[in-house]
């Protein structure tokens, strides 16, 4: 059936499957929703999640799961994707593999989405492995950086055959220029959905 954005054409009709979207939303903003909707297009037989993390295992984040939660529903209301709180209710660091075994109980297929910075550091991910094994990793492009992609295959060898690159536009909008330009009074317009920029103004502003 051949490649339909970077993706085996096949992979795009898989029953009872289920497509991923994790991070720490930390803020949720345009960029996320524009990746979720054109992800969420190809895989259009598939349910979608939006995870946020409770505990993220790479990261500090000062911004409690509940604000970041709320504000993830906000943020993605108009565009009728789910957002789930699983990992918060699962308890603990927020470790991919956990999540997927609880949606392994009930979907036969899991697909999880990262963006590609995702690539520089995925095999100290914890038990990657058998994330990998259970998964097809669906990376979606910041820079579409050739040797981030080739690192991570020498790192993973043949497991690097569960991760698929898709061939979508480049979205370069990320959190961390949200909260520099709310440190510094900048606007945040055209950025984040218009109903959210009251909330983040009072979120991020003071910190």
Not at 102 to 107: A, D, I, L, S
């Amino acid at each position: 059936m051949g490649i339909q954005f970077g993706l085996p054409a096949e992979l795009l009709n898989i029953k009872n499957s289920l497509v991923i979207f994790g991070g720490s939303f930390n803020p949720p903003h345009n960029g996320h929703i524009i990746i979720a909707q054109m992800v969420k297009e190809l895989f259009e037989k598939s349910d979608f999640h939006i995870v946020p993390s409770s505990i993220p295992p790479h990261k500090e984040v000062e911004v409690p799961f509940g604000i970041r939660y709320e504000l993830t529903k906000i943020a993605f209301k108009k565009t009728g994707l789910f957002v789930s709180d699983v990992e918060n209710k699962l308890g603990g660091v927020s470790y991919a593999i956990n999540t997927v075994n609880h949606y392994k109980k009930t979907f036969d297929n899991i697909f999880f989405l990262v963006g590609e910075d995702a690539l520089l550091t995925i095999e100290k991910w914890y038990k990657y492995e058998e994330l990998l094994n259970k998964v097809k990793m669906i990376v979606y492009p910041r820079y579409k950086n050739l040797e981030v992609i080739k690192r991570a295959e020498n790192a993973l060898g043949e497991l690097s055959s569960s991760i698929y690159i898709l061939d979508l536009p480049l979205i370069q909008i990320s959190s961390t220029l949200i909260r520099e330009r709310l440190k510094k009074k900048l606007s945040i317009y055209g950025f984040v959905p218009d109903e959210l920029i009251p909330y983040l103004e009072e979120v991020y502003g003071a910190r």
